[in-house]
């Protein structure tokens, strides 16, 4: 079955710096891949996803992810980050003919 | 814009009582799906549904049920509530079942078991 694996549980950033979070997934086909993010006492929003095509995704809020196949990764940048990015991040992939399976999350924390 | 709507937002039960969790979308969307959410565990499938009276059983369906009537309700049912299901609870739909297509959430309901 289809996973992924986010590296890091937990990441901190000064505002201003380079935010990465990873992401890596095991799939035995082409996979479609999902960045979400949960601000505090809210559900799920969809930041950005891989279909097919251009491997370079631009989401919203300048969070953008590169699908590398030979990596098996799908990691998350923003190359500014700001107070408001503070939020658990989520990737995710369909799995056969079920919904998507998540992984466990990164909380991103924001230093000013 | 789709809209996903969680009945409660915040629910206390006591242990062994029977516990409805409502989702509502007005969308039009043929699946419908619960997942529970816990620190360093991530969110996990307990139930989804791809059509009116249709349930599949996700990763952990232990100890709950579901219910869809019709399309745009899909409920969640706690038959005897413990302490060990205190969880943040999210609800989701999506167009199909599978793919590219994406999911909308609703805002998450947040039940405490004394």
């Known amino acids: 079955a289809q996973s992924v694996t986010q590296l890091g549980s937990h990441v901190s950033v000064s505002e201003g710096a380079l935010v990465l979070l990873r992401c890596n997934y095991s799939?035995?086909?082409?996979?479609?891949l999902f960045w979400y993010v949960q601000y505090p006492n809210q559900g799920l929003q969809l930041l950005l996803k891989y279909t097919t095509g251009a491997t370079l995704v631009k989401g919203i809020n300048g969070f953008e992810a590169e699908f590398k196949k030979s990596e098996t990764s799908f990691h998350l940048t923003k190359p500014s980050a700001h107070m408001s990015d503070a939020a658990e991040y989520f990737c995710?992939?369909?799995?056969?003919?079920?919904?998507?399976?998540f992984g466990k999350g990164t909380r991103l924390s924001v230093i000013a | 814009d789709v809209k996903v709507t969680q009945s409660s937002r915040y629910l206390v039960k006591r242990t062994g009582e029977k516990v409805f969790l409502e989702c509502v979308q007005d969308?039009?969307?043929?699946?419908m799906f619960w997942y529970r959410q816990d620190p360093g565990l991530g969110l996990r499938l307990i139930y989804f549904?791809?059509?009116?009276?249709?349930?599949e059983k996700g990763d952990i369906p232990e100890g709950y049920s579901v219910s869809r009537e019709k399309k745009e309700r899909f409920s969640l049912i706690l038959e005897s509530a413990s302490t060990n299901q205190t969880s943040m609870y999210l609800c989701?739909?999506?167009?199909?079942?599978?793919?590219?297509?994406?999911?909308?959430f609703g805002q998450g309901t947040r039940l405490t078991v004394v």
């Open positions: 549904s791809y059509d009116v009276k249709m349930k």
């Open positions: 989701a739909s999506s167009l199909y079942p599978r793919g590219d297509t994406e999911a909308f």
């Open positions: 799939s035995s086909v082409p996979p479609y």
């Open positions: 969308m039009d969307h043929e699946n």
């Open positions: 995710a992939l369909p799995s056969g003919n079920t919904p998507l399976v």
